[in-house]
Structures are given as structure tokens and as C-alpha cells.
């Protein structure tokens, strides 16, 4: 299922649209079709363009990150803060003896200041793969993390590997955590990745208070055309998963409505 699924989101994405409308013109021109091929270049050229002239990540990031905003003021005491993966790049961080983050670290960041602020709550990260974990991150906090200084002495961190997906994160995070009813649990990731997060802890009848995190976007639409195309695309491309992977969800049943 993860496998199709990556497969479809994979051909979906509009880099990799433009990427194969190039390659079909190619074909079609080698082919002898000349008209089809031209046609096809078109689209590829209008495609990339659109994302330089028109602000289309906004838009469809927006609804996203602007969805759940973190509830103010805060409690004055969790009983835990709860990090979903996609942060850290484990090999990298195996392979260099220090924890390693990518375009999430923000996640990691909020999780470092909010262990400071709740002292006594749990701090459990998911997402990750316990086959590729060095030793020394799933002990006791340590220099090479994040997570060092005296605050930390007499603190284990939790981590929760093994999900390949938001809905394995839920499940694996409730049967480790195993929330009690009236427990206050934050709930750290990506804003654009809350909505899904979300619901998907809440239809396992685990409500959490969001904390969204790692905002890309301003939250208004700005015309603001650009040569850096490469990264409005990647951008977008995130988005498009992001709300595909809403809709699957909702249409499995992992969720129980398309948006909170």
C-alpha cells in the first residue's frame, strides 16, 4: 500500500509532471510525431512558468498552514510533547556521531524548547526506523543531540520508531504512550502537515492540542515572480502530496472529514 501510494503521489507531483511531458516530447519528436511533441514541450514550458509568475504554493499551502494554530496561552503543564518524524536524517546523523536535521529541524527546535518549558513531560518522537538509530540517540540524552544540558540529566527520551506513515505514527504513539483520557499531550509538526496529523490522532480518539511548527509561508497571497523556479516547485510538490495525502486518508477511513 505505502508502495503504490508513493508511486502515485510520485507520478502526481508537478516537477516530475514537467519532467514527463519533456520526455514525451522528446519521444514524439524522435518518432516522427511533431505536432503531439511540440504540444507536449508547450505545456512543460507553460508549467514551469506558472510557478515563476504566479504565487500557486500560496495558494495551495495556505489552507493548509493556516488551518489549526496553537491555542494561546499555553497549558501551564502537558503531560507530554509528542514529535512526529520527518526531521532528522538518521544515516547522515549515523554516519557523522551527531544528530543531523533537514528542511523539518524546526520540529526539533520546538521540541528542545518545549522539553525546557515542561520539565516533567514525556518528550516521545515517532517516525523513525529503530534499525537505523545509533545507540547512543536512543539512550539517555547526550552531546550529540539536541537534547543536552541539566535539564535533561534524569530524562529519557522516547522514541517510537518503525511508522512509514502518519497513520503508523498514531497507532505506534498510542500503543507506547497509551494516553490516558484527560491527559494534555502537544502535538509537534510541520503547519502544512498538521491538518492530516491531526485528525488522524483524533479519529484514534486521541486528542491532542496542536503546536505547528516550521511555517513556510506568510499566510497571504503575494505576486512575487521569481527565477527560482526549482524551489517553487519543490515546494508545491510538497503541497500536492500533502493534499492528496488528505484526501486517501478521508477516503480510507483514517480520518474522519477532509479538514479539521
Known amino acids: 500500500m505505502n508502495l503504490q501510494s508513493d508511486l502515485t503521489w510520485t507520478l502526481l507531483q508537478p516537477s516530475n509532471l514537467v519532467i514527463m511531458l519533456i520526455l514525451f516530447s522528446l519521444l514524439c519528436l524522435i518518432f516522427g510525431g511533431l505536432k503531439l511533441g511540440r504540444s507536449s514541450l508547450f505545456l512543460a514550458v507553460i508549467f514551469l512558468l506558472l510557478p515563476a509568475l504566479l504565487p500557486l504554493e500560496d495558494i495551495v499551502a495556505s489552507p493548509l498552514e493556516n488551518r489549526l494554530q496553537t491555542p494561546l496561552p499555553l497549558p501551564n503543564s502537558v503531560e507530554g510533547i509528542l514529535v512526529l518524524g520527518g526531521a532528522v536524517d538518521w544515516d547522515v546523523s549515523r554516519s557523522r556521531q551527531m544528530l543531523s536535521t533537514n528542511n523539518g ?85 510541520s503547519a502544512y502537515h498538521m491538518p492530516r496529523a491531526y485528525l488522524t490522532f483524533q479519529a484514534q480518539g486521541w486528542t491532542v492540542i496542536p503546536y505547528p511548527v516550521d511555517y513556510r509561508h506568510t499566510g497571504k497571497l503575494v505576486i512575487k515572480p521569481t527565477l527560482k523556479i526549482a524551489a517553487r516547485l519543490s515546494d508545491l510538490d510538497d503541497y500536492v502530496r500533502e493534499w492528496g495525502a488528505l484526501i486517501m486518508y478521508n477516503r480510507l477511513g483514517r480520518t474522519e472529514k477532509l479538514l479539521p
Open 105 to 189: 529541524a524546526e520540529r526539533m527546535m520546538a521540541a528542545a524548547a518545549l522539553a525546557q518549558r515542561y520539565p516533567n513531560a514525556q518528550l516521545v518522537f515517532t517516525g523513525l526506523f529503530r534499525e537505523i538509530i545509533p545507540n547512543e540517540f536512543n539512550t539517555l540524552a547526550n552531546p550529540s543531540s539536541f537534547f543536552f544540558g541539566p535539564e535533561y540529566s534524569n530524562r529519557q527520551i522516547i522514541y517510537v520508531g518503525g511508522a512509514r506513515s502518519t497513520y503508523e505514527e498514531a497507532l505506534l504513539a498510542i500503543e507506547t504512550v497509551k494516553p490516558q483520557a484527560g491527559e494534555r499531550w502537544l502535538l509537534v509538526t
